[in-house]
């Protein structure tokens, strides 16, 4: 495992192994390089298309970083083991896809009452139930905000290209580790089997964030209090930690009673995240200084909607585009400040509209809200994105 005091070991190992430059990459591998860059030495996954090459490079690469690779029966031991582990010190991570994600919904939950820190990637697969099996769709928006059951918060990140796929990785690792909470991974199965030429950066150019620990016995009796990110004890270093899902006080010990205790706990839970907001979310704006269009869209469909907006304004039409990379907590503030600039907003998706939904609340009623949407497998054009942007216009 790796906590502090370990990275120079670290450092040389990754300097060894792998030369910063120019490489050709699927998305799949730079997630998992991604993993690795930022500390990760524990996967426990099951294999799932379109996700598999994710656990095949993990299975190659971690045990030459003195990392641990298991394969598990299924998706729920996975994450379960995962959670196990973190608790112990590692950085950890696994890949599934829409089926699998469903199966990890609970201990997900789990992993958010107990503050585990952990990066879970979902390769969105074209679904309901097992769908087109090797195909990238973007049908798990909101099962990654509401997939788990109860009050929770959740963050969730979109990468749009093979080299956005590693640094978004790297950044799910830190914040995860910063807030000791569940990050999600919205991959895509197109991105994930795209292969492009991405820069590897030398490991010291990393920015890499580690989890705070306790520095003596009284931290470490409030494992879930005391500060609104608590430092985490873990295993087998000599503390008393009691964990579980139940509610629980300060010291981790069960309390499923008491109102004030359930409230205070999940409140800081929630407000933790809140108050991060300014550090999490991320987006990208192409065009929005002058522009009567605005587009939005995230993961897949991202490029092609560029593409369709730099057609567009050859043509003399005024259009931009706003891409969440942190597509929850999302980033209300600058999408209602944009929607007030334009007349119409269309939202580019490989689904029948799911991230339109979060837009509209943030839209008024006077400008024309429309959905781009194809399913089938198959990601939207530049083409089929110009043509409703001229339709609008």
């Known amino acids: 495992m790796i906590i502090r005091g370990d990275e120079p070991e670290q450092i040389r190992l990754l300097k060894r192994l792998y030369r910063p430059g120019n490489y050709f990459m699927q998305g799949n591998e730079a997630v998992a390089y991604g993993a690795l860059f930022a500390g990760c030495r524990f996967y426990a996954g099951y294999p799932i298309t379109p996700s598999s090459e994710i656990a095949e490079t993990m299975a190659r690469e971690l045990p030459k970083l003195h990392g641990y690779y298991l394969q598990m029966e299924d998706e729920i031991a996975s994450i379960a083991a995962m959670v196990g582990a973190s608790w112990t010190g590692f950085k950890v991570m696994t890949a599934t896809a829409g089926p699998g994600f469903s199966l990890m919904q609970e201990n997900l939950g789990y992993a958010v009452m107990t503050e585990t820190p952990l990066v879970l990637v979902d390769v969105q697969r074209s679904g309901p139930s097992t769908g087109q099996a090797t195909k990238g769709a973007q049908g798990d928006f909101f099962q990654a905000r509401w997939g788990t059951h109860g009050d929770h918060p959740m963050v969730a990140l979109s990468p749009i290209s093979v080299e956005d796929a590693f640094w978004e990785t790297v950044r799910a690792f830190n914040i995860a580790e910063k807030l000791r909470?569940?990050?999600?991974?919205?991959?895509d199965g197109v991105i994930a089997h795209t292969r492009e030429q991405i820069k590897i950066p030398d490991v010291e150019e990393v920015e890499i964030t580690y989890r705070k620990l306790p520095q003596n016995e009284e931290e470490a009796k409030l494992p879930f209090g005391g500060s609104?990110?608590?430092?985490?004890?873990?295993?087998?270093?000599?503390?008393?930690?009691?964990?579980?899902?139940?509610?629980?006080?300060?010291?981790?010990?069960?309390?499923?009673?008491?109102?004030?205790?359930?409230d205070r706990l999940v409140r800081r839970i929630h407000r933790k995240i809140e108050e991060h907001e300014g550090e999490i979310q991320k987006w990208e704006e192409y065009f929005t200084d002058d522009m009567e269009i605005l587009l939005v869209s995230w993961g897949v469909s991202a490029r092609p909607s560029l593409g369709a907006v730099?057609?567009?304004?050859?043509?003399?039409?005024?259009?931009?585009?706003?891409?969440?990379?942190?597509?929850?907590?999302?980033?209300?503030?600058?999408?209602?400040?944009?929607?007030?600039?334009?007349?119409?907003?269309?939202?580019?998706?490989?689904?029948?509209?799911?991230?339109?939904?979060?837009?509209?609340?943030?839209?008024?009623?006077?400008?024309?809200?429309?959905?781009?949407?194809?399913?089938?497998?198959?990601?939207?054009?530049?083409?089929?994105?110009?043509?409703?942007i001229r339709g609008v216009a």
């Open 181 to 187: 909470t569940p990050v999600v991974v919205l991959f």
């Open 228 to 262: 609104l990110v608590p430092p985490m004890p873990l295993f087998g270093h000599g503390y008393f930690t009691h964990v579980t899902g139940s509610t629980h006080k300060e010291n981790g010990l069960r309390d499923v009673y008491t109102p004030e205790v359930h």
């Open 310 to 388: 730099l057609r567009a304004r050859e043509e003399g039409i005024k259009a931009g585009l706003f891409v969440p990379k942190t597509v929850h907590p999302f980033p209300a503030r600058r999408m209602k400040e944009l929607s007030g600039k334009v007349r119409a907003v269309l939202v580019p998706e490989m689904n029948l509209g799911q991230l339109i939904l979060e837009v509209q609340r943030y839209v008024n009623d006077d400008i024309l809200l429309r959905g781009v949407n194809k399913i089938g497998g198959v990601p939207l054009t530049v083409e089929e994105i110009l043509r409703e």
